[in-house]
């Protein structure tokens, strides 16, 4: 039985955004909690670097959630 691709379910693609955004976040500021510890300083310059990157995340997801939306408000017009 030949199994096509899936269909493209965006649906729930801005909630699930959302979630990732909310998730990073947390870990953003438990991290900033973790930088206050008695920690060596290469270690700390690395959760620097990764918060770095972390920021990034956040700005990307918020810009597709963005797309998402406007993606579904078409949609439903």
Known sequence: MP???KPDDRSDNVEKLR???VNTIENLEASHDTLHMD???EQKEA???K???RRHA???KREEIRDEYAFQQKRDD
Do not use: F, T
């Open 19 to 21: 979630e990732q955004v």
């Open 39 to 41: 920690l060596p300083e």
């Open 51 to 53: 918060n770095k990157r």
């Open 58 to 60: 956040i700005a990307g």
């Open 47 to 49: 959760i620097r670097e």
């Open 3 to 5: 199994r096509g691709p």
